[in-house]
């Protein structure tokens, strides 16, 4: 009798499990993907992070090799992890990706060779104008070097620009001068030359930053230096999306002759104190619970406030899929996401297009529709 029901207990565990994983088998089958949708407009990319190409989160990987075409590391290439001293370069990460990529036929795109911020302790202080010149050199030299032909495209130059358009205070700009763009661009055209080129910023589409950003393109184009495209990152608020000055941008960024992209795009519900768009990594502020208000789950409304802007940008998007080449996702889904910690540590945002158990949220299916319509 025992081994009876033991026997049936055995079977109905044999044939939930058998049939969960028919309902996962065939959900994947019949979800359509991105990268097929919008195969013939742009790439469509995802930054991703260690646990992911190192294949450990196994539910993202899935996610990943079906719906992307194109990765950005999140954080592993930027200088203070692949340049951390003087004379130490630490590849394995980045050679990590540069395998995972391959094997799941993902182009790469590089970030980031010159950003003020994220630089190793070594090189923060630096007083002596030639010292800062050398580190620059050797790392532009060192690092797209080795990843040239294995890397498709660099952002070369991350954030170099104020609101106003005019350039950011940086170690770089103190110490090397305002034409350090320009030999950034050299330097990477020299050491990765069968590599694309691209100059990446936030809020870029807000008139007097894309005019900063159309000065520096034609200096490096007017220097002879080549640039491939321009990165809009695109972290906006779901409620504020500049669709007009986004446009705009598009325009004035593709009469310069390269392509445009959205390289870190995320639709944030939640406010920040400053009741703007920004993606400035040193802004913070206080927890507070007034400022984190849906902690048990994204209210009806708000998701469609999202799934609206979404299908208004990727119908943007599609209208000038000569001009855009690329729009890449700042994250795979909503719990991996930076907007969880920034500006303020420990909230619960909701900026992507799949939810924190990897499931394609209303956006995507709006974003997927902006096809037929
Ligand atoms: O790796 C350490 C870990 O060892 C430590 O325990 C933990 C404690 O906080 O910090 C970990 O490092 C964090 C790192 O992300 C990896 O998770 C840093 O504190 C944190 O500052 C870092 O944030 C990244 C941020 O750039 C600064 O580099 C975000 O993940 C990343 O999404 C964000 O990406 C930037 C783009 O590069 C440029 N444009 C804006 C965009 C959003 O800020």
Same mark, same amino acid.
């Given at each position: ?16 499990? #058998?049939?969960?994983? %028919? ?38 990987? @899935?996610?990943?090799?079906? *719906?992307?075409? &194109? ?5 592993? !290439?930027? &200088? ?19 395998? +995972? ?16 911020? *994220?630089?190793? &302790? ?14 620059? =050199? ?7 070097? @080795? ?33 350090? $763009? ?27 930053? @894309?005019?900063?950003?159309? &000065? $520096? ?9 080549? $640039?491939?495209? #321009?990165?809009? *990152? ?26 445009? !992209? ?16 920004? =993606? ?6 206080? =927890? %507070? ?30 209208? +000038? ?10 994250? /795979? ?6 907007? %969880? ?5 420990? @909230? ?16 995507? +299916?709006? /974003? ?6």
């Amino acid at each position: 009798m025992t081994s009876k029901l033991l026997l049936r207990f055995t079977s109905y565990l044999i044939a939930g499990a #058998v049939s969960l994983f %028919n309902f996962q088998a065939s959900e994947s089958q019949t979800l359509p993907s991105l990268k097929d949708t919008f195969k013939n407009n742009f790439l469509i990319g995802a930054a991703i992070n260690t646990q992911q190409f190192q294949g450990k989160d196994t539910a993202a990987n @899935r996610v990943i090799a079906q *719906q992307f075409n &194109a990765v950005t590391p999140e954080n592993i !290439m930027k &200088a203070e992890i692949i340049h951390p001293k003087w004379d130490v370069y630490q590849f394995d990460l980045a050679d990590e990706l540069v395998a +995972y990529a391959k094997k799941n036929n993902l182009k790469i795109n590089a970030h980031t060779l010159i950003w003020h911020s *994220q630089l190793p &302790a070594f090189m923060q202080h630096m007083q002596d104008p030639d010292s800062v010149k050398k580190y620059f =050199a050797n790392h532009i030299n060192t690092i797209a070097s @080795r990843y040239d032909g294995k890397v498709y495209s660099w952002d070369v130059v991350n954030e170099a620009l104020n609101e106003d358009g005019t350039l950011r205070n940086t170690i770089f700009l103190q110490k090397l001068g305002g034409n350090y $763009i320009v030999d950034a661009f050299r330097l990477a055209q020299a050491a990765a030359p069968q590599t694309k080129l691209y100059y990446n910023d936030y809020n870029i589409e807000q008139p007097k930053k @894309r005019a900063g950003a159309i &000065a $520096i393109i034609k200096s490096i184009q007017s220097a002879g230096v080549r $640039i491939d495209g #321009v990165g809009i *990152q695109g972290h906006w608020r779901a409620d504020n999306v500049p669709l007009n000055d986004i446009e705009e941008s598009i325009k004035e960024f593709s009469a310069l002759g390269i392509e445009v !992209m959205f390289t870190e795009l995320d639709l944030g519900v939640l406010k920040n104190p400053w009741d703007n768009n920004t =993606a400035d990594v040193n802004a913070k502020a206080e =927890a %507070n619970a007034n400022m984190n208000p849906y902690t048990a789950g994204l209210p009806d409304s708000v998701q469609k406030v999202q799934s609206k802007a979404y299908e208004d940008l990727f119908r943007l998007f599609l209208k +000038y899929d000569k001009s855009v080449s690329r729009v890449t996702f700042w994250g /795979v889904n909503d719990g991996q996401s930076w907007l %969880n910690n920034w500006p303020i540590r420990g @909230r619960t945002n909701y900026p992507l297009l799949f939810d924190r158990h990897f499931q394609p949220k209303d956006s995507f +299916y709006r /974003v997927i529709a902006t096809k037929g319509k």
